[in-house]
């Protein structure tokens, strides 16, 4: 039978899972991953083994409002038909968006132009329910002034290896980044929103913990954008925690 190409749209609270892909290190073997979970309910639903590509690969603990996949089956039932069916063999923390047909040539990691993040800082008493183990809790007077100024350095195609944790041998720590912005979206919730053509590994929730020190008054925006350009891990920031960040959105 031919197969065809679906395009699937999920989101997750990556709260309970070792990440997206699925993992073979001891450290880690016998986690769920929101990969394992979403094969194994596709497999169940179209009733034969299933492959996703993902548009990127989340840490262990980050969510995703629209987290894309591609795969192929030989199974004839409709997109439509496939979303009912697969509300009935996923977890409530996994959820399907949207489901449709795909191009061949589509690949959901390699067709990408831009992936948004978002990272939540809660500043002023409890989380409301929706933001609930979905954002990082942080009282402390922040110069988010000066935080919007330190995220302009990031604008533009730069060496991110002062922002990246051990990248693979080989890998290019070039990134273009197209947007960077701290959004107060309420008197109590705050925002860092940053879009780039892809990202390195634990780079937005170290670019989330330089700033935060950026705000803190530990640096200067200026002092910020100078340690960008010394491509040394050790000088940067911390990692901020990984619950609080999101994959919120990418573009095709």
């Given at each position: 039978m031919q197969e065809r190409r679906l395009r699937l749209t999920l989101g997750y609270r990556g709260t309970r899972y070792a990440g997206w892909a699925i993992?073979?290190?001891s450290r880690t073997r016998g986690r769920s991953t929101v990969q394992g979970t979403l094969e194994t309910a596709l497999a169940s639903a179209l009733?034969?083994?299933v492959r996703v590509t993902a548009a990127g690969r989340t840490d262990a603990g980050v969510h995703a409002d629209a987290q894309v996949v591609s795969f192929d089956t030989s199974s004839t039932i409709s997109p439509e038909g496939l979303q009912r069916v697969m509300e009935r063999w996923l977890p409530d923390d996994v959820w399907i968006v949207?489901?449709?047909e795909a191009d061949a040539a589509f690949d959901?990691?390699?067709s990408t132009l831009r992936r948004w993040y978002r990272y939540a800082i809660w500043r002023h008493g409890a989380p409301s329910s929706a933001w609930q183990?979905?954002?990082?809790?942080d009282p402390q007077p922040l110069d988010v002034g000066a935080m919007r100024r330190g995220a302009q350095a990031l604008l533009g195609r730069h060496?991110?290896?002062a922002l990246a944790t051990q990248p693979r041998p080989g890998q290019t720590t070039l990134r273009t980044v197209f947007a960077a912005d701290w959004r107060q979206l309420t008197t109590a919730l705050l925002v860092f929103e940053v879009c780039a053509d892809a990202f390195l590994t634990r780079m937005v929730r170290a670019i989330v913990g330089s700033l935060l020190w950026v705000g803190s008054g530990r640096w200067t925006a200026r002092q910020f954008a100078t340690i960008l350009l010394s491509s040394d891990r050790a000088s940067a920031g911390p990692n901020a925690p990984a619950f609080g960040l999101t994959l919120h959105r990418v573009e095709y």
């Open positions: 993992q073979s290190s009733g034969h083994p949207d489901i449709a959901a990691r390699r183990g979905r954002c990082l809790v060496d991110f290896a």
